[in-house]
């Protein structure tokens, strides 16, 4: 195979259908994912053949691929992974310098969402950094709300089911047909927003990193209100313009959060 500098292109187009596999955006057929991925049949046939014999797809009787055992390894190393993503890390420093205000990262992990990264803002009156680590009430906050929006019904389910939705104060959204109209909403704008939902004086944006329609972080601004109210959609925009850019290529298809539980990977 060619390689183009320390790209191989043989390597590339594996992903690529590997990918187009995971997606499930085709019929999953040979000739299906050679005519998505810009293959030639046998060049795809050749490839897929090499990642069902890894492990990484499985050919089924009828023809049709999925994925592979090997790929609950990857999966479970992912969930295991806690650590702030090389890749993100300068997200944070430029959400601070773009804003000014109090920034922090998180991803979903184990059924709830962890702060991997946080870093103080640069006005004078700004809102305390949250500690890093697992935290409550996902439904009363920006990137907790991010999050749930995009999980299948019966993950929203399973979670509420766990962690009840309390009060927090006179904003927080309580009744389940308000929060998922406010998911809707959520979905609609492709980032989320909470005014007091979880402390008093306090508002944040949120919006969603994204690799190939997979949510895999969310970028988050924790605001006082007055500062909130007089710059609000500059904020947004400005969050939503850094988790964009390190976001890659996504499909047509609606943006989803990936659940890993045990070994398998579901949507």
Same mark, same amino acid.
């Given at each position: ?6 790209k ?9 259908l ?16 050679a005519?998505?991925?810009?293959l ?20 089924d ?13 990857l999966?479970?190393?992912? /969930?295991?992974?806690?650590? =702030?993503?090389?890749?993100? +890390?300068s997200?944070? *420093? @430029?959400? !601070?310098?773009?804003?000014?205000? %109090? ?5 979903w ?19 305390a ?30 979670y509420f089911?766990k ?12 009744a ?20 007091? /939902?979880?402390?008093?004086? =306090?508002?944040?944006?949120? +919006?969603?990193?994204? *690799? @190939?329609? !997979?949510?895999?972080?969310?970028? %988050?601004?924790?605001?006082?209100t007055?500062r909130?109210?007089?710059?609000r ?5 400005e ?8 976001s890659?290529?996504s499909?047509?298809r ?14």
């Open positions: 195979m060619t390689e183009n500098g320390t191989v292109q043989s390597v590339s187009r594996a992903v690529r590997l990918m187009l596999v995971a997606g499930k955006t085709t019929e999953n057929t040979n000739v299906a994912l005519a998505a991925a810009g030639a049949v046998p060049t795809s046939h050749h490839l897929l053949s090499t990642l069902v014999e890894e492990g990484l797809l499985y050919r009787a009828e023809a049709r691929y999925s994925l592979g055992p090997k790929t609950a390894v999966a479970s190393a992912l /969930e295991d992974e806690n650590d =702030v993503p090389g890749f993100l +890390a997200g944070l *420093s @430029e959400l !601070v310098a773009a804003t000014g205000e %109090t920034s922090y990262l998180a991803i992990r184990s059924g709830a969402v962890r702060l991997v990264a946080a870093s103080a803002g640069s006005h004078s009156v700004q809102v950094v949250p500690p890093d680590g697992q935290y409550r009430h996902a439904h009363a906050r920006a990137s907790g709300k991010l999050f749930l929006a995009h999980l299948a019904s019966g993950a929203v389910d399973k089911s962690h009840p939705c309390e009060p927090l104060t006179e904003h927080t959204l309580t389940r047909v308000e929060i998922e109209q406010n998911f809707a909403l959520i979905r609609e704008r492709c980032y989320s927003v909470e005014e007091e /939902e979880f402390q008093l004086g =306090v508002c944040c944006v949120s +919006a969603p990193v994204h *690799s @190939e329609g !997979v949510i895999i972080a969310a970028f %988050t601004i924790s605001v006082p007055a909130w109210v007089a710059n959609d500059r904020l947004i925009a969050t939503v313009r850094v988790a964009s850019a390190l890659t290529a499909t047509s609606p943006l989803s959060l990936a659940v890993i539980e045990g070994s398998s990977i579901s949507e």
